[in-house]
């Protein structure tokens, strides 16, 4: 019987031996499987430069949709894509010298980094790349869209080019608007004077010309905008709008057509308004046959998908057009046009959906919640035992904090869930002098600074509301009538089952703590005015005694020159030597003077000064600064002027010194009520904690100096190199004491 047994045992026993390196094998293949393919996923991908010309910035709809069906396109590719967004702003710069100097600037950029696809996206960018096409961004494959024929004059195109037409159907849209009010008469075209507009309405104009035996046309494209919407509200009955884009009015206020303009003449219109770009729904504006942006953005990038995967342009045919009819069901309603009488196949967008498709999850979400309803009531009947013991543990545990709290040497509150104070410890109540009584609910604040009063209250509340923990420093009364600064950092506090049960917090005396600070503040405005006082005392001397006399000298060596007999020549051409020295020595001594002490910058402004600045510096350094501003007022606080200055020269000197390029940018501009000051350079950036721990004051002196007119300084740093200096200032400069109420971090303790 065991010879038997063992006999029946050992078949078996073989089996799962089999079966056990069977597994190990295909685990082994599976462990090569992923080895390779994570080997073939590690491989690093070529890359390919995609260059996109657009019209205007991407603060407008219909570039931020082709945009975006770009991107989308390509991120099919197998390739590595680098992006590269360009904006000519015709709609702002629509001169010629403007566009030459861009077009001369993109000539530069590119020269050494030719992209190997270029997407205009408008007819300016098209007419740019023709411009360069031979010269420049040869055999470079060029894709079009957001630009008619009639807008580029019908320019030839090479075998390098492919793209979307657009086809403008203004008679499609036409007829649907008299298919939806068929009792119309006048028909008034809206449009702007940009050089865009002009080219819609000359396009618009010829396309309507057959109808204008029927139709009563009238074209309001010469007007202010104000103008305009007058004029839209006293339309005569029985009259359509066709909107077709302004992106600047008669007076030269530039507009978003979609965002600005086309909403402005929807609302002001008392008749409906027909459009003819996808981007301008959504406002009040009916719909037609309209171009959709989005779609050549995506045509656009699946072309240039094909080409970067090897295909050539001439290859692809040229797509005509992507229109679609698209309606707003809104704008039907408001005019009361039948949805019935739209062309075949329309969208209409805004449709309000039924009651089952808004609320569908939420009944089902009621039946689940009546479904779970019971075993929930044996839930809380069993937690409401467990809840019981729970609050005697929580009555224990506040006994046992009171106790610690009362003889805490800082003073702690304690607040319920409804905002009011519940608790002061005994050190609190001794500060203030008032009892307990007194300072519970919101008694406690009739003892803060009336200053301080309201942005105390709302950080209070504002922390509560969202059960986060703050902190702020406000003037608190003493028992002896002293107002005294108080940091206070409350935490918000929660019951064993996670229920909010309000605030606790603590607050210290740091009078001492602030009084220090301001002086410290005093100090060094003192120092920086004693350097800047004697920097000017610097640059005199040099420019009015020193550079003078250098000059002096350089007029006597040329006179002495010239006073020599013609025999000594070796001796004139030595003395004309030293004459071209010393011109050159005052001539850094003068632009030292200037660094020292900018007279531009007393007498002419801060864009004079700063302009003249990068001027000189570029020439001294040989490297190029693109600088710019905006907007900035003549008319500037001299300390923010002389600060924004100082920052410009340190910021430069240091990106000169440390970041190893040769170009810089510069913008000087005014925005939201600040003059916002940046330096960029793409050169191979710095270790920003080492230099602000180092031993040179150039960081350290540009934040102080900001800190003294209440601006701000930032550093960009980039990942892959470059460096970008960041300075805000407000018009109206503020202290920049810590504020009465103000949130602050623990750092600035």
Same mark, same amino acid.
């Given at each position: 019987m065991?010879?038997?047994?063992?006999?029946t045992?050992?078949?078996?026993?073989?089996?799962?031996?089999?079966?056990?390196?069977?597994?190990? &094998? /295909?685990?082994?293949?599976?462990?090569?499987?992923?080895?390779?393919?994570?080997?073939?996923?590690?491989?690093?991908?070529e890359?390919?430069?995609?260059?996109?010309?657009?019209?205007?910035?991407?603060?407008?709809? #219909?570039?931020?949709l082709v @945009?975006?069906?770009?991107?989308?396109a390509?991120?099919?590719?197998?390739?590595k894509?680098?992006?590269?967004?360009?904006?000519?702003?015709?709609?702002?710069?629509?001169?010629?010298?403007t566009?030459?100097?861009?077009?001369?600037?993109?000539?530069?950029?590119?020269? +050494?980094?030719k992209?190997?696809?270029?997407?205009?996206?408008?007819?300016?960018?098209?007419?740019?790349?023709?411009?360069?096409?031979?010269?420049?961004?040869?055999?470079?494959?060029?894709?079009?869209?957001?630009?008619?024929?009639?807008?580029?004059?019908?320019?030839?195109?090479? &075998?390098?080019?492919?793209?979307?037409?657009?086809?403008?159907?203004?008679?499609?849209?036409?007829?649907?608007?008299?298919?939806?009010?068929?009792?119309?008469?006048?028909?008034?075209?809206v449009?702007?004077? !940009?050089?865009?507009d002009?080219?819609?309405?000359a396009?618009?104009?010829?396309?309507?010309?057959?109808?204008?035996?029927?139709?009563?046309?009238?074209?309001?494209?010469d007007?202010?905008?104000?103008?305009?919407?007058?004029?839209?509200?006293?339309?005569?009955?029985h009259?359509?709008?066709?909107?077709?884009?302004?992106?600047? @009015?008669?007076a030269?206020?530039?507009?978003?057509d979609a965002?600005?303009?086309?909403?402005?003449?929807?609302?002001?219109?008392?008749?409906?308004v027909?459009?003819?770009?996808?981007?301008d729904?959504?406002?009040?504006?009916?719909?037609? @046959?309209?171009?959709?942006?989005?779609?050549e953005?995506q045509?656009?990038? &699946?072309?240039?998908?094909?080409?970067?995967g090897?295909?050539?342009?001439?290859?692809?045919?040229?797509?005509?057009?992507?229109?679609?009819?698209?309606?707003?069901?809104?704008?039907?309603?408001?005019?009361?046009?039948?949805?019935?009488?739209?062309p075949?196949?329309?969208?209409?967008? +805004?449709?309000p959906?039924?009651?089952?498709?808004?609320?569908?999850?939420?009944?089902?979400?009621?039946?689940?919640?009546?479904? #779970?309803?019971?075993? #929930?009531?044996?839930?809380?009947?069993?937690?409401r035992?467990?809840?019981?013991?729970?609050?005697?543990?929580?009555?224990?545990?506040?006994?046992?904090?009171?106790l610690?709290a009362?003889? #805490?040497?800082?003073?702690?509150?304690?607040?319920?869930?409804?905002?009011?104070?519940?608790?002061? +410890?005994?050190?609190?109540?001794e500060?203030t002098?008032?009892?307990?009584?007194?300072?519970?609910?919101?008694?406690?604040?009739?003892?803060?600074?009336?200053?301080?009063?309201?942005p105390?209250?709302?950080?209070?509340?504002?922390?509560?509301?969202?059960?986060?923990?703050?902190?702020?420093?406000?003037?608190?009364?003493?028992?002896?009538?002293?107002?005294?600064?108080?940091? @206070?950092?409350?935490?918000?506090?929660?019951?064993a089952?996670?229920? /909010?049960?309000?605030?606790?917090?603590?607050?210290?005396?740091?009078?001492g703590?602030k009084?220090?600070?301001e002086?410290?503040?005093s100090v060094?405005?003192?120092?920086?005015?004693?350097?800047?006082?004697?920097?000017t005392?610097?640059a005199?001397?040099?420019?009015?005694?020193?550079?003078?006399?250098?000059?002096?000298?350089?007029?006597?060596l040329d006179?002495?020159?010239?006073?020599?007999?013609? !025999?000594?020549?070796?001796?004139?051409?030595?003395?004309?030597?030293?004459?071209?020295?010393?011109?050159?020595?005052?001539?850094?001594?003068?632009?030292?003077?200037?660094?020292?002490? !900018?007279?531009?910058?007393?007498?002419?402004?801060?864009?004079?000064?700063?302009?003249?600045?990068?001027?000189?510096?570029?020439?001294?350094? +040989?490297?190029?600064?693109?600088?710019?501003?905006?907007?900035?007022?003549?008319?500037?606080?001299?300390?923010?002027?002389l600060?924004?200055?100082r920052v410009l020269?340190e910021?430069?000197?240091?990106?000169?010194?440390?970041s190893?390029?040769?170009?810089?940018?510069?913008?000087?501009?005014?925005?939201?009520?600040e003059?916002?000051? !940046?330096?960029?350079d793409?050169?191979?950036?710095?270790?920003?904690?080492?230099a602000?721990?180092?031993?040179?004051?150039?960081?350290?002196?540009?934040?102080?100096?900001?800190?003294?007119?209440?601006?701000h300084?930032?550093?960009?740093?980039?990942?892959?190199?470059?460096?970008?200096i960041?300075?805000?200032?407000?018009?109206?400069?503020?202290?920049?004491?810590?504020?009465?109420?103000?949130?602050?971090?623990?750092?600035?303790?």
């Amino acid at each position: 019987m065991a010879r038997e047994s063992h006999a029946t045992e050992l078949p078996s026993l073989k089996s799962a031996t089999r079966r056990s390196r069977g597994l190990c &094998a /295909f685990l082994l293949l599976l462990l090569g499987f992923f080895l390779l393919q994570g080997a073939a996923g590690a491989q690093v991908k070529e890359v390919r430069r995609v260059l996109v010309l657009s019209e205007v910035g991407p603060d407008y709809p #219909a570039i931020a949709l082709v @945009d975006q069906g770009i991107h989308h396109a390509l991120e099919q590719s197998r390739y590595k894509v680098e992006f590269y967004h360009e904006y000519l702003d015709a709609a702002l710069f629509p001169d010629s010298a403007t566009q030459q100097e861009y077009r001369d600037w993109y000539v530069r950029k590119y020269r +050494n980094r030719k992209p190997d696809v270029i997407i205009t996206v408008g007819p300016s960018p098209l007419e740019l790349t023709l411009g360069l096409h031979e010269t420049f961004f040869r055999d470079v494959p060029v894709i079009f869209c957001a630009s008619t024929e009639d807008a580029v004059g019908g320019a030839k195109l090479d &075998a390098d080019f492919t793209g979307i037409w657009e086809e403008a159907e203004p008679v499609k849209t036409l007829e649907a608007a008299l298919r939806l009010q068929p009792g119309t008469k006048h028909v008034f075209v809206v449009g702007g004077t !940009s050089p865009y507009d002009r080219a819609n309405e000359a396009l618009f104009r010829e396309r309507l010309r057959s109808y204008e035996s029927k139709l009563d046309f009238q074209y309001f494209t010469d007007f202010t905008m104000p103008q305009l919407l007058e004029r839209l509200q006293h339309l005569p009955n029985h009259s359509i709008v066709l909107h077709v884009c302004i992106l600047r @009015d008669a007076a030269g206020t530039q507009f978003i057509d979609a965002t600005e303009a086309a909403p402005m003449v929807a609302r002001a219109s008392n008749a409906p308004v027909f459009t003819f770009f996808d981007v301008d729904l959504g406002y009040g504006e009916v719909g037609g @046959d309209v171009s959709s942006f989005a779609s050549e953005g995506q045509v656009a990038g &699946a072309m240039a998908l094909r080409i970067i995967g090897g295909e050539k342009p001439k290859d692809i045919p040229v797509v005509r057009g992507t229109n679609v009819y698209m309606f707003d069901w809104r704008a039907l309603e408001r005019w009361r046009l039948n949805e019935q009488n739209l062309p075949p196949g329309s969208i209409v967008l +805004n449709r309000p959906v039924s009651f089952w498709q808004v609320y569908r999850r939420y009944i089902l979400a009621g039946i689940l919640v009546i479904s #779970a309803q019971s075993l #929930a009531i044996f839930a809380l009947l069993w937690q409401r035992a467990r809840r019981r013991k729970t609050e005697q543990e929580l009555r224990e545990s506040e006994e046992r904090f009171r106790l610690i709290a009362n003889s #805490a040497p800082v003073m702690i509150w304690m607040s319920g869930p409804d905002k009011l104070c519940t608790y002061f +410890n005994p050190p609190r109540l001794e500060f203030t002098g008032r009892t307990l009584r007194e300072e519970l609910g919101n008694g406690w604040a009739e003892g803060v600074h009336p200053e301080d009063l309201e942005p105390c209250l709302e950080t209070y509340s504002q922390a509560f509301d969202r059960r986060e923990s703050f902190q702020m420093e406000y003037r608190l009364r003493r028992h002896d009538g002293e107002y005294r600064w108080i940091f @206070d950092h409350g935490v918000p506090r929660f019951n064993a089952d996670g229920a /909010f049960a309000g605030f606790v917090g603590f607050c210290i005396d740091v009078t001492g703590r602030k009084e220090a600070e301001e002086a410290l503040s005093s100090v060094s405005r003192k120092l920086i005015e004693a350097h800047e006082e004697e920097r000017t005392w610097i640059a005199r001397e040099l420019h009015d005694d020193i550079d003078q006399r250098i000059a002096l000298l350089a007029v006597n060596l040329d006179g002495l020159g010239r006073d020599l007999p013609a !025999s000594e020549g070796q001796t004139g051409r030595r003395i004309k030597e030293v004459q071209e020295y010393v011109s050159d020595l005052g001539s850094d001594i003068q632009a030292l003077s200037h660094r020292l002490h !900018s007279s531009k910058l007393e007498y002419l402004g801060l864009v004079a000064a700063c302009e003249a600045f990068c001027r000189e510096f570029s020439g001294q350094q +040989n490297v190029e600064i693109d600088f710019h501003s905006q907007d900035i007022p003549k008319e500037l606080p001299p300390e923010t002027a002389l600060c924004l200055f100082r920052v410009l020269q340190e910021a430069l000197q240091n990106a000169v010194k440390h970041s190893g390029a040769r170009q810089f940018e510069v913008l000087l501009k005014a925005a939201s009520n600040e003059i916002q000051l !940046s330096v960029h350079d793409s050169g191979v950036g710095f270790d920003l904690q080492k230099a602000m721990s180092g031993h040179g004051l150039g960081f350290t002196s540009m934040k102080e100096r900001m800190r003294l007119i209440g601006g701000h300084l930032s550093i960009d740093l980039k990942q892959q190199g470059g460096t970008t200096i960041h300075a805000r200032v407000p018009l109206r400069t503020e202290s920049m004491a810590a504020g009465a109420g103000g949130q602050i971090s623990p750092s600035e303790l």
